[in-house]
């Protein structure tokens, strides 16, 4: 048989034998990726920083949708929103 043969064997096998690793992986993957982008759909803000957080959320895989929910999303995103708020209401005084 052809060393071609050997080496998808052996790549199939390797699949299956982490396969419990991978899918479980690849779905919160994929849950996070959904998830992120339906929050994103339904929040009210501008069109450049939804298209920001579109291109992180794609393009930086698991890490992306995970820093939108702790950024835009969470306390951390509401925390910056309220001190930004202050500033402009202090920078309007002057």
């Known amino acids: ?17 982490w396969l419990w690793i991978f899918l479980p ?9 959904i998830a992120a982008l339906i929050s994103l759909l339904r929040k009210d803000a501008p069109r450049s920083e939804k298209i920001t957080w579109f291109l992180l959320i794609f393009f930086v895989n698991t890490i992306g949708p ?28 002057y």
Not at 25 to 33: D, E, T, V, Y
Not at 87 to 93: L, M
């Open 25 to 33: 992986l690849a779905l919160i993957q994929w849950g996070l990726f």
């Open 66 to 93: 995970i820093l939108y929910f702790l950024i835009a999303s969470g306390k951390i995103g509401e925390e910056a929103e309220r001190r930004k708020r202050e500033e402009d209401e202090r920078s309007r005084k």
């Open 1 to 17: 048989m052809s060393d071609f043969y050997y080496a998808i064997t052996y790549l199939i096998d390797f699949l299956m034998e």
